[in-house]
């Protein structure tokens, strides 16, 4: 019978972490590392012995895997060559502690692998040339007074490619990719939301190419309500600082902010006024849909359908990219389920005897589409695109 050994094994990681935390207290970095590591050691051993709390244990072991990483790096303490005011008033260790957690949040949580290129977006030309100048600019030898842009706001109706482009960007350059939800940020550690965001860009930095994409920037504006929490406040005047520092002089370090929005009306003029790239991410045309159609079906056989009509349907539908998605997969659905009528009661067959068959699939025909053109309906109406093209035409640009 294996031997129980659960009992010592914590007991082991309470005297580490007791180290580690004493370690920090008296600012003895290379000692605090190694208890981190020996932390997460003991975690992995742990995970070992108690099945049922496995996932657990190993998700804490790379937790403390990260932390002795994190540990005595400081956050560059100076902008523009004054000291930072220091908000408040915790002893040093502890609040180097604090920087640590957030760091090692911030690798943990917000650091996104993209495998997203280019060529997975239909239409949007521009945008995407705006994007590949901006990065190419950026690692090109140049003179000191061209700088490539700091931030470009993305704005326009959901589904239409936001997230998408701000993907590709990192995907193709591979940089690394922080993906930012400022109301998740904001719920999740309210008070210290906008530390947060400078140890974000303190990540970024280091990390190099780096892609920030802030989504719902909106939800930081001070205009849409009086009482805006004082915590979002702070978390928005801490971006905007950030957007404003110093560019970066070596030639190969880019940090590109990519904000979104659907309602740009809400932004305010300090928002704005760092984001002097505005980019409308429109509806797709009828040449951007027949392109979106023919990502959401690669792999099948398409030479029986009449694309441009399809895609004018979509049009005249107001169908977004998210929606030509979805309306690809109903049709996909629609034929497959014909093809093969009694897929349900394969579910009943071992997974390994499944993995030897396959699914019958024929060319996709107009028919599929039209059940599906049924079921999608796209939450947008005429007065809502005139009120972005309005916007568009004052603010963008
Ligand atoms: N231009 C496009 N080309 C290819 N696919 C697209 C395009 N636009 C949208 N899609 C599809 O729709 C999905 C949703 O798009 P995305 O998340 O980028 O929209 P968004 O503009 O960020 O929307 P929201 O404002 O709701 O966040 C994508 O994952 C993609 O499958
Ligand atoms: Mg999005």
Redesign the pocket.
């Known amino acids: 019978m294996p031997v129980d050994l659960s009992g010592p094994l914590m007991a082991a990681f309470k005297k580490a972490k007791k180290e580690y935390e004493d370690a920090v207290q008296k600012g003895d970095v290379e000692r605090a590392k190694k208890k981190a590591l020996e932390c997460a050691r003991i975690l992995r051993q742990l995970a070992k012995y108690d099945e049922f709390n496995r996932e657990s244990y190993i998700k804490k072991a790379k937790k403390w895997e990260t932390l002795s990483k994190e540990v005595g790096k400081r956050r560059r303490s100076t902008v523009r060559g004054k000291p930072m005011k220091e908000s408040s008033a915790k002893p040093e260790n502890e609040e180097r502690e604090e920087e640590d957690k957030f760091r090692a949040y911030i690798r943990e949580n917000l650091i996104a692998k993209s495998k997203v290129k280019w060529k997975?977006?239909?239409?949007?030309d521009e945008v995407k040339a705006l994007i590949m100048e901006t990065v190419v600019i950026s690692a090109l030898q140049r003179p000191e007074s061209i700088q490539p842009w700091k931030g470009i706001l993305?704005f326009?109706?959901?589904?239409?490619?936001?997230?998408?482009?701000?993907?590709a960007a990192a995907g193709s350059l591979n940089a690394t990719f922080f993906s930012v939800k400022a109301s998740s940020v904001l719920s999740k550690y309210f008070g210290e939301s906008a530390k947060i965001i400078s140890a974000l860009y303190e990540v970024a930095r280091e990390e190099a190419p780096s892609i920030v994409f802030m989504?719902?920037i909106d939800s930081l504006t001070t205009k849409r309500s009086g009482e805006q929490s004082e915590a979002s406040r702070r978390m928005l005047a801490t971006l905007l600082t950030e957007l404003d520092g110093f560019q970066d002089k070596k030639s190969d370090r880019l940090i590109l902010t990519l904000a979104?929005?659907?309602t740009p009306w809400d932004l305010d003029e300090a928002i704005l006024s760092r984001f002097p790239r505005r980019i409308y991410?429109p509806l797709?045309d009828r040449k951007?849909a027949k392109?979106?159609i023919r990502?959401?079906t690669r792999g099948l056989d398409i030479s029986k359908l009449d694309l441009d009509a399809i895609a004018e349907e979509s049009v005249k539908r107001l169908y977004?990219?998210?929606?030509?998605?979805n309306l690809c997969q109903a049709a996909v659905w629609n034929m497959i389920r014909e093809e093969n009528p009694d897929l349900h009661k394969l579910a009943e067959l071992p997974y390994e005897k499944l993995r030897r068959r396959s699914l019958r699939t024929r060319p996709l025909e107009m028919r599929d589409f039209e059940e599906a053109f049924k079921r999608i309906k796209s939450p947008l109406t005429r007065k809502d695109i005139e009120r972005y093209e309005k916007w568009a035409e004052e603010f963008g640009g």
């Open positions: 997975d977006i239909g239409g949007l993305l326009g109706p959901p589904g239409t490619g936001k997230t998408l482009l701000a993907s989504d719902e979104a929005t659907n991410v797709p951007a392109e979106i990502i959401n977004s990219g998210r929606d030509l998605k």
